[in-house]
């Protein structure tokens, strides 16, 4: 079973007042599914979900799986460094209707392995919808090596990750294999991976449903979305995103404390890629 090959981080639109601006989230939900997208992770990194209130955050799941027509997927991610806060997340959003839930590693208080292997079957055991594991070192401090994760492919309800470190890209027993970064997303793809939880397909998203559907031509929109993957990674996720989502004329603001709007340099940066990239 796959929750889909593209799938794409939504970011959480704004207003100038700094409030979850709900129609306009439902708008970019909208034009993702129009453009390439098979579903959403609602409230993940790139959804500013460290900023969002449980409110705010339970109340955008609840929004995006009011929207979602048939056949598209609504993943809630609601990880912690906290257990209990993380499985009551979980509990909550599949009561809502999640289709699947992502889970990222525990971070800043960096648990042991036998820690993760406690906190992630508590996961496992808090909903019936499939649990998206979410590998990403360069944000957490620890990463979940392979065979940690091969362990946790045989827990009940444990059944994906996203793998958000590219030198670990690799099919595990147990798990099916998400990529994590838009840059590895055309490797996991060679490797067989189900798809991607991405962010550039926020701007590119049929170039990169192409790439799953016609693999003869992977390589070379790969290669031309370069100068995009890099633009978005000129500064901390999802500054960069938002800021191209704005130029292009979606309103999505900008972010909360203590990320900040994109400054000129960063901007032309942006400017830059969009414009190679033929989309301004």
């Avoid at 009551?88 to 599949?94: A, G, L, P, V, Y």
Wanted: aromatic fraction near 4%.
């Amino acid at each position: 079973m796959s929750l889909g090959s593209v799938i794409t981080a939504i970011v959480t639109p704004f207003d100038d007042r700094q409030k979850v601006d709900e129609e306009a989230f439902l708008t970019l939900f909208r034009h993702l599914l129009d453009n390439g997208s098979d579903g959403v992770v609602v409230c993940g990194t790139t959804g500013e979900a460290p900023t969002l209130s449980d409110a705010e955050h339970l109340r955008l799941v609840e929004l995006a799986v009011g929207e979602r027509p048939e056949g598209v997927t609504v993943i809630a991610s609601t990880g912690s460094n906290n257990t209990a806060h993380a499985c009551w997340m979980t509990e909550r959003c599949t009561e809502i209707g999640a289709d699947g839930i992502l889970s990222v590693t525990p971070y800043y208080n960096k648990p042991n392995r036998r820690g993760l292997v406690r906190h992630f079957t508590e996961i496992g055991k808090a909903t019936d919808k499939p649990v998206v594991l979410y590998n990403v070192p360069s944000r957490i401090g620890l990463s979940l090596d392979h065979d940690l994760l091969r362990e946790l492919g045989q827990v009940d309800g444990l059944d994906y990750v996203k793998q958000a470190d590219n030198d670990a890209l690799a099919q595990i027993d147990g798990l099916g294999l998400y990529a994590g970064n838009d840059d590895g997303f055309a490797q996991a793809l060679d490797l067989g991976a189900l798809g991607g939880i991405l962010v550039a397909s926020h701007l590119v998203g049929p170039q990169m449903k192409q790439m799953v559907t016609d693999p003869a031509r992977r390589a070379e929109i790969d290669a031309s979305l370069k100068p995009l993957y890099s633009a978005l990674g000129v500064t901390t996720n999802p500054i960069p995103v938002k800021a191209a989502l704005n130029l292009l004329g979606h309103r999505v603001g900008e972010p909360r404390l203590p990320l900040v709007a994109a400054d000129d340099g960063e901007l032309e940066v942006i400017r830059g890629a969009l414009t190679e990239t033929g989309l301004l």
